[in-house]
């Protein structure tokens, strides 16, 4: 249930960065009024709120206090911080707000641009599970310069005016996120449209144009990308293209933009790994699995349920469905679930579930840096990934002419 504008004053302290935010937005108090961090005074600025008698800016205060708030967890904190890096004010101010949603709400009020540089960041990692890798064959560092992203932006918004008719405007910006990998998020001006909304007390239809967002990461260390843009493969390999023209000033071979796929057969046997044992897995078990028929008419998704006893699903298989493993239909997508031993008056084990697709899906991403190196190993020894395959973004030092590598899909 989404919280409420009433909600989140209450979880805010009474502070100067409330008190700008209020007072700015025209919120006359008297002159006595005490801005004490005291859950009386935030009482009474809701009542203050509340009988506004400006309908219009009420609202508008509303829908900014939950704007203000939607990077307030733990994944939002961590993509502020990555923006703010190298702002030693900004990295001062987060560090010393009393919680998640405080620190969201400073960032907003505070430095605006940040702000909506660290959104897009936490909506790239949130949709990441949908993002594309692709293996550019270049590793250098790219050319952030005013020049050079208009000249990207205007090769993206002749693509969108010849596609569909819009993009006569665009916004596009370059964080670094970490060390060598880079976040590049473009903004397209979509075909206008009429919205029935209420504007105060009036309804009233406005004319306005929506924002096609696009994104794509960048690792200098292994020149892989991962991009999550709306359209289909065309729009990925435009995108793809312009990056690698106008920031990294390479021209891109057409076999440069196909997307990865890995050979998951071997999971037909099961998920044998004895280097999981020694680390500590005690039961390793192929749970899910996707198979399509060689004549691509069929497609079966298989599960082994809970009362399986961990038995993996392609044992299952074997003895009740013998036909797709037998006929050696394409393994398409495959959960594994690795448990270790429950832990001593526990009886729940932890697991931890590597997902894979044939096009080189991976959720690797979500695991620590250890755990991730340590899983990417299990792919390796099965002969899924290579050792060119690996994810570890600092494997190869990044070099300043394009290089030849195999294919990464994901760091």
Known sequence: MKKTWI???????????????????????????????????????IEALLTWPDVAVRDAVAAKFRASVALGDTAGTQAMFQVA?????????????????????????KHPELFDRAGDLDHFERQVAQAQQHDLGVKKTPDTSDAALAAMRADVSAFYQRELQCGDRSKAYVVERSPGVYLLSVHVKDLSMVQLEFQGDDLKRRVGNPNIHSVLEYSSATGVT??????GAKYHQMLLKAFA?????????????????????VLRLGFDVPQAEVDG???????????????TQLKIDCT??????????????????????????????????????????????????????RKGRLNLHKFDAALQAQLEGYLVELGILQKGQTLNAQETPPSADATEQQPAFEY
């Not at 209450?10 to 409330?18: F, G, I, N």
């Not at 900004?90 to 009020?109: I, M, Q």
Request: net charge negative; aromatic share 6%.
């Open 226 to 231: 991962r991009s999550l843009v709306k359209g």
């Open 7 to 45: 909600d989140l004053l209450h979880e805010l302290p009474v502070d100067a960065t409330l008190r700008e935010f209020l007072t700015g937005h025209g919120l006359a108090m008297p002159d006595d009024f005490a801005w004490t961090d005291k859950p009386d005074t935030t009482k009474t600025l």
């Open 85 to 109: 890096t190298g702002n030693g004010a900004a990295l001062t101010g987060l560090a010393t707000c009393k919680s998640d949603n405080h620190r969201s709400f400073w960032l907003y009020v």
């Open 245 to 265: 023209e106008h920031l990294l000033h390479v021209k891109l071979d057409a076999h440069r933009l196909l997307p990865p796929t890995l050979d998951l057969s």
């Open 304 to 357: 082994a349920m809970s009362s399986s006893e961990h038995r993996c699903v392609t044992d299952l298989l074997a003895e009740k469905l013998p036909g797709p493993l037998a006929e050696n239909w394409l393994v398409t997508a495959a959960h594994i679930n690795l448990y270790y031993p429950p832990e001593p008056g526990k009886a729940r084990a932890k697991v931890v579930t590597i997902e894979v697709t």
């Open 281 to 295: 897995f005690n039961v390793l078990q192929v749970k899910s699995i996707s198979l399509l028929s060689p004549d």
